[in-house]
């Protein structure tokens, strides 16, 4: 999930590496080791996903990069997005068939 998080994050705003990583966390992915996030970062510019660049601005601090999302992340971002959705439907196939067993009486278990 942290490849399409982040490639989502993305698509809603170029962002830094620091404030991917806070938003995250509004998507469950929370004490997540930054290096893994960074990690992701390099392979998908090095895939062409997205591409960065050193912040420009005047800046307190240390310079950062930011983040941008390319228009074949976009397409892949699409792509995850269409997978997580088949993904959910199987899912609630199964919830489906699991409630209308048990509500036939059939809940009781067999080794």
């Known amino acids: 999930m942290l490849r399409p998080t982040l490639l989502f994050l993305m698509h809603r705003s170029p962002g830094h590496g620091y ?32 591409t960065s660049n050193w912040e420009d601005e005047e800046t307190q601090g240390p310079p950062r990069r930011m983040y941008r999302l390319t228009a074949l992340g976009n397409s892949i971002l699409q ?17 489906r068939a699991y409630e209308n067993h048990m509500e036939k009486g059939s809940g009781d278990f067999h080794e």
């Open 19 to 50: 404030d991917l990583i806070e938003q995250l966390k509004d998507f469950g992915v929370v004490d997540i080791d930054p290096s893994l996030v960074y990690r992701a970062l390099r392979d998908m510019e090095t895939e062409g996903l997205i």
């Open 79 to 95: 792509e995850y997005l269409e997978e997580l959705k088949n993904t959910r439907s199987r899912i609630d196939e199964l919830i």
